[in-house]
């Protein structure tokens, strides 16, 4: 990694020693994982664990980033002729991508505007003469711009105004103080469409039919629901900001005490430069700030909840029957050794729609499947017939001999694991409902080494997962799911792949 960038880390995380960051950073660069450099590594990074390292890690993507970004900055204006050194230490002292950004747009290569043709006209020195503020002599100015690509003294004063616009409204720092001060005193509001309750026939968003906050109070689920309903075509969401607050700071910036003819162009160009570029861009900007703060606070939900999830403590050594209930298509059994191997499956029909002659036998051939293969625990998965099929259970253990239990299980991803390559790997003979009812056991007898084998996003333990973004999610359940593997450890004879594939080193 460059020294740049290492050097810039350092300042930036001053809470960790330099030789910590620097031993970080080289482990990472030759590739080794995080659990790895935790667990291993602990003697060249000074102990640091996970979630240090994490944040080292993040640190660094994030100024690479912004120093990529700034290079580019810099070699796009240099290319114009216009990369000053004062210029080139501004860029290099930014610390977010927001001002680089900020900085560069003045220079940034533009589809033709109003102001460009206004510029090819001539009208530039113009324009740089209003800022002067002179105190006459106006329309004698105008008159010697008149040409045969702006006619007139209209036309003068609205190409002018233009370039005055456009160039107020790519000012950095007024940029910079708009969204600062909308964050301070915004207020994010929402209203139902004309017909936005068509398109919610339930209900589900008529809190945010009227609804107002300021943008510094609005929580991560209210930005999400927002979001989702005007997606939805159900809400107008707006960033207000007080204009007159806004008009103030700009006229004390570029008017000041200064009097005289070009005062009133001034006024209207900034005017103009606030409610067509600046206003509308800082409310994107500052919309895509609060999603994406939301985004990552329920991408940390998510993970959490994921953690803990894979980090139940497994049932060894029982006998379990995974069963996956239903209605029309019966109930499908699985039954594993303590080990987690599969050793007999069965389909029963002790539910309606099923006919009395099914129903009548189901119980008989439930009771017998469970002594065949001396089944300890039930796992029943709490889908469609859940509660239906627990008390079939509770009815059939009463009638046994010897103690055994049953539990409800989250079968939340099992139908996805039995659609799955891995899952036809394993049982190929097996249909789609069977592979369901083996995940279900499994996930009773050991949590980690069964969902490790689903996609983290379908085992049902966040919200909203399918509005944040994508690469951000999968990115941090992939981190939580290698965490809990290399914190728990496999056994070597029994692991899966999939289990192994996460094992550091």
Same mark, same amino acid.
């Given at each position: 990694?460059?020294?740049?960038?290492?050097?810039?880390?350092?300042?930036?995380?001053?809470?960790?020693?330099?030789?910590?960051?620097?031993?970080?950073?080289?482990?990472?660069?030759?590739?080794?994982?995080?659990?790895?450099?935790?667990?291993?590594?602990?003697?060249?990074?000074?102990?640091?664990?996970?979630?240090?390292?994490?944040?080292?890690?993040?640190?660094?993507?994030?100024?690479?980033?912004?120093?990529?970004?700034?290079?580019?900055v810099k070699n796009q204006i240099e290319s114009q002729g216009k990369l000053t050194p004062q210029l080139r230490k501004t860029i290099d002292a930014t610390t977010q991508l927001q001002q680089v950004e900020d900085i560069y747009l003045p220079y940034k290569q533009k589809r033709k505007t109003k102001a460009t043709v206004a510029k090819d006209a001539g009208l530039m020195p113009f324009a740089q003469w209003l800022l002067t503020f002179p105190s006459q002599g106006l329309d004698e100015k105008i008159a010697t711009f008149i040409n045969d690509k702006v006619t007139d003294a209209d036309a003068v004063l609205a190409g002018v105004h233009e370039i005055l616009a456009e160039a107020i409204g790519e000012r950095a720092g007024f940029r910079e103080w708009l969204r600062n001060y909308a964050r301070r005193n915004?207020?994010?509001?929402?209203?139902?469409?004309?017909?936005?309750?068509?398109?919610?026939?339930?209900?589900?968003?008529?809190?945010?039919?009227?609804?107002?906050?300021?943008?510094?109070?609005?929580?991560?689920?209210?930005?999400?629901?927002?979001?989702?309903?005007?997606?939805?075509?159900?809400?107008?969401?707006?960033?207000?900001?007080?204009?007159?607050?806004?008009?103030?700071?700009?006229?004390?910036?570029?008017?000041?005490?200064?009097?005289?003819?070009?005062?009133?162009?001034?006024?209207?160009?900034?005017?103009?430069?606030?409610?067509?570029?600046?206003?509308?861009?800082?409310?994107?900007?500052?919309?895509?700030?609060?999603?994406?703060?939301?985004?990552?606070?329920?991408?940390?939900?998510?993970?959490?909840?994921?953690?803990?999830? /894979?980090?139940?403590?497994?049932?060894?050594?029982?006998?379990?029957?995974?069963?996956?209930?239903?209605?029309?298509?019966?109930?499908?059994?699985?039954?594993?050794?303590?080990?987690?191997?599969?050793?007999?499956?069965?389909?029963?029909?002790?539910?309606?729609?099923?006919?009395?002659?099914?129903?009548?036998?189901?119980?008989?051939?439930?009771?017998?499947?469970?002594?065949?293969?001396?089944?300890?625990?039930?796992?029943?998965?709490?889908?469609?017939?859940?509660?239906?099929?627990?008390?079939?259970?509770?009815?059939?253990?009463?009638?046994?001999?010897?103690?055994?239990?049953?539990?409800?299980?989250?079968?939340?991803?099992?139908?996805?694991?039995?659609?799955?390559?891995?899952?036809?790997?394993?049982?190929?003979?097996?249909?789609?409902?069977?592979?369901?009812?083996?995940?279900?056991?499994?996930?009773?007898?050991?949590?980690?080494?069964? /969902?490790?084998?689903?996609?983290?996003?379908?085992?049902?333990?966040?919200?909203?997962?399918?509005?944040?973004?994508?690469?951000?999610?999968?990115?941090?359940?992939?981190?939580?799911?290698?965490?809990?593997?290399?914190?728990?450890?496999?056994?070597?004879?029994?692991?899966?792949?999939?289990?192994?594939?996460?094992?550091?080193?």
């Amino acid at each position: 990694m460059d020294q740049e960038i290492i050097n810039r880390v350092k300042k930036s995380l001053t809470s960790y020693q330099d030789r910590q960051i620097d031993a970080t950073l080289e482990l990472l660069g030759d590739n080794n994982t995080v659990p790895f450099i935790a667990r291993y590594r602990k003697e060249r990074t000074g102990n640091l664990d996970e979630v240090q390292i994490r944040e080292i890690q993040d640190e660094a993507t994030r100024i690479e980033k912004l120093v990529h970004r700034q290079d580019e900055v810099k070699n796009q204006i240099e290319s114009q002729g216009k990369l000053t050194p004062q210029l080139r230490k501004t860029i290099d002292a930014t610390t977010q991508l927001q001002q680089v950004e900020d900085i560069y747009l003045p220079y940034k290569q533009k589809r033709k505007t109003k102001a460009t043709v206004a510029k090819d006209a001539g009208l530039m020195p113009f324009a740089q003469w209003l800022l002067t503020f002179p105190s006459q002599g106006l329309d004698e100015k105008i008159a010697t711009f008149i040409n045969d690509k702006v006619t007139d003294a209209d036309a003068v004063l609205a190409g002018v105004h233009e370039i005055l616009a456009e160039a107020i409204g790519e000012r950095a720092g007024f940029r910079e103080w708009l969204r600062n001060y909308a964050r301070r005193n915004g207020q994010l509001t929402s209203q139902v469409k004309r017909n936005g309750k068509d398109a919610d026939e339930q209900g589900v968003y008529q809190t945010y039919y009227d609804f107002s906050s300021p943008f510094k109070n609005v929580s991560a689920y209210q930005t999400l629901a927002l979001n989702r309903g005007e997606k939805a075509g159900v809400l107008t969401v707006k960033l207000n900001i007080d204009e007159q607050a806004v008009d103030q700071y700009l006229n004390f910036q570029l008017i000041g005490n200064r009097k005289g003819p070009a005062v009133p162009i001034v006024v209207a160009a900034y005017q103009d430069a606030y409610k067509r570029f600046m206003g509308p861009a800082i409310e994107r900007e500052l919309r895509r700030e609060l999603t994406e703060t939301a985004d990552a606070h329920a991408i940390r939900v998510f993970g959490e909840n994921l953690y803990h999830l /894979l980090m139940q403590a497994p049932l060894k050594n029982r006998i379990v029957m995974g069963f996956d209930p239903a209605y029309r298509t019966g109930c499908k059994l699985a039954v594993m050794d303590g080990n987690g191997k599969y050793l007999d499956k069965l389909v029963i029909y002790p539910h309606k729609p099923a006919n009395a002659a099914k129903r009548a036998a189901a119980m008989p051939e439930f009771l017998k499947f469970i002594e065949k293969n001396h089944v300890e625990m039930i796992a029943i998965g709490n889908g469609t017939a859940s509660r239906e099929s627990e008390q079939f259970v509770a009815d059939a253990i009463k009638q046994l001999d010897r103690p055994v239990q049953y539990t409800i299980v989250n079968e939340a991803g099992a139908s996805v694991y039995s659609a799955s390559e891995v899952a036809r790997t394993e049982f190929p003979d097996f249909n789609v409902e069977e592979r369901s009812a083996v995940s279900i056991g499994r996930r009773l007898q050991d949590p980690l080494a069964e /969902l490790v084998k689903i996609d983290p996003q379908a085992v049902g333990v966040g919200q909203y997962q399918h509005d944040v973004a994508g690469s951000a999610l999968d990115e941090q359940l992939s981190r939580v799911v290698e965490t809990a593997v290399n914190q728990v450890g496999v056994d070597l004879n029994r692991a899966s792949v999939e289990l192994l594939a996460h094992i550091s080193g």
